[in-house]
């Protein structure tokens, strides 16, 4: 990934040729080798970084004008800190490997028009100080650089996640084999989230076909041409997935006594089916090989005299340490009912609300993001607009 985003962008290719060891690393731009001097007067090397604005693996105009930098604190020849830099300490591992303990604000007035005089400029304000004491010294080393290629699952390099400085974070999300089961409405939103994350493996599972009203709880949109061919679930979005990345495994079929076999190894599964039966027989199969999985549903009832909608959001969360609240709130029988849900009503945007509860439990279960109670059950009220907490395992905010 590196080589070819270098060879590829005029304003990182210039940076190469002239001399400069540059390297792009998860949506950064590195430039080693840069002579700084340090609080005790002596000229010690250091590392630029910067997060790099792509499109279509295109380089555009740099986002900000900040860098970070890894070293000591670069100062005048004297020893005293250079003002200009606007030096702020924090250390952080930007993704692996790559740690930082610098943060530098250096802004022009017309902004900077491309990357290589972004990151010329940091060289040069960093460089004069050891270039008074030694002239010789130069950040173009015109050293071999040894390319770099990502072991990515996407196609094309996680710009979000480097702009915010967070690549090393996401990693935390990079679990080997993740299944949905369950591509209906909810499901699908759920691996609309879960494939931006750097899930290795996403496997997905369903036995249904892919018609016109799935289309209207799906996310994005759907051809006439599409709906026509009745593709399989599985496969309509294990096409449109691989667009983007990696490492997408479509299962078509429904899930039985012996294909349930399946999600054996699975790290995470995410079980969004609405049959009580198949739920029941999902989730026993997992809690006997104590393999963590998230439930969702949701409850719809019209409320006749108003001609409105009523009802609840539920993202129960189940793993080896805790299980035995999952059926106090998940239901395992038929019930008989009539189900509006059952009727394909349209609520795309409580199933894109009910699927981001999951995969926000799925990221907390996963250190992404703090979680103070860990809860494993959660329900949300339409129509009291309260989100409620359950089942938790911590009193105490952490």
């Not at 693996?57 to 020849?77: I, K, L, S």
């Not at 993704?95 to 022009?108: T, Y």
């Not at 599985?234 to 429904?254: D, K, L, T, W």
């Not at 250190?367 to 409620?388: M, P, R, V, W």
Request: negative net charge; hydrophobic residues 35%.
């Amino acid at each position: 990934m590196s080589e070819k985003l270098i060879s590829h962008n005029p304003d990182l290719q210039k940076l190469r040729d002239k001399g400069y060891e540059v390297e792009v690393r998860s949506g950064y731009l590195l430039l080693r080798s840069v002579p700084y001097v340090n609080s005790r007067s002596e000229i010690a090397m250091g590392t630029l970084v910067t997060d790099v604005t792509l499109n279509n693996d295109q380089t555009q105009r740099p986002g900000d004008h900040q860098v970070w930098f890894a070293g000591e604190c670069p100062c005048n020849a004297d020893g005293s800190a250079i003002s200009a830099l606007g030096n702020r300490t924090a250390t952080q591992t930007l993704c692996e490997g790559l740690e930082v303990h610098h943060r530098f604000s250096c802004k022009p007035s017309e902004g900077y028009p491309d990357y290589y005089v972004k990151m010329t400029r940091y060289v040069e304000i960093l460089s004069n100080p050891a270039r008074a004491i030694d002239p010789s010294v130069t950040a173009c080393t015109y050293k071999p650089i040894v390319a770099f290629e990502e072991d990515s699952v996407f196609i094309y390099t996680d710009s979000a996640s480097s702009r915010a400085g967070i690549a090393g974070l996401a990693r935390k999300l990079a679990m080997d084999k993740v299944a949905i089961v369950g591509l209906g409405g909810t499901g699908s939103y759920v691996l609309d989230l879960v494939a931006k994350t750097h899930a290795r493996e996403i496997h997905l599972f369903d036995g249904d076909e892919f018609l016109q009203h799935n289309a209207f709880r799906a996310p994005g949109a759907v051809s006439l041409e599409t709906l026509r061919k009745k593709p399989s679930k599985v496969a309509h979005y294990a096409e449109i997935y691989s667009q983007m990345r990696r490492g997408i495994f479509p299962h078509e079929g429904y899930l039985d006594d012996v294909s349930v076999k399946q999600l054996v190894g699975f790290d995470f599964v995410f079980l969004c089916v609405d049959k009580p039966a198949v739920r029941k027989l999902v989730a026993d199969f997992l809690h006997e090989h104590k393999i963590p999985f998230i439930d969702v549903g949701m409850e719809l009832e019209l409320i006749d005299d108003q001609q409105c909608l009523i009802g609840t959001c539920r993202v129960t969360l189940s793993t080896s340490e805790k299980s035995d609240h999952f059926p106090r709130h998940v239901s395992l029988k038929e019930s008989g009912a009539d189900d509006l849900y059952e009727s394909n009503i349209q609520v795309a945007d409580l199933n894109a609300l009910n699927a981001a509860m999951a995969v926000i439990k799925w990221k907390k279960y996963c250190g992404f993001y703090q979680d103070c109670y860990k809860e494993h059950q959660s329900a949300y009220a339409i129509n009291a607009h309260q989100l409620t907490r359950d089942e938790t395992t911590e009193t105490e905010p952490a």
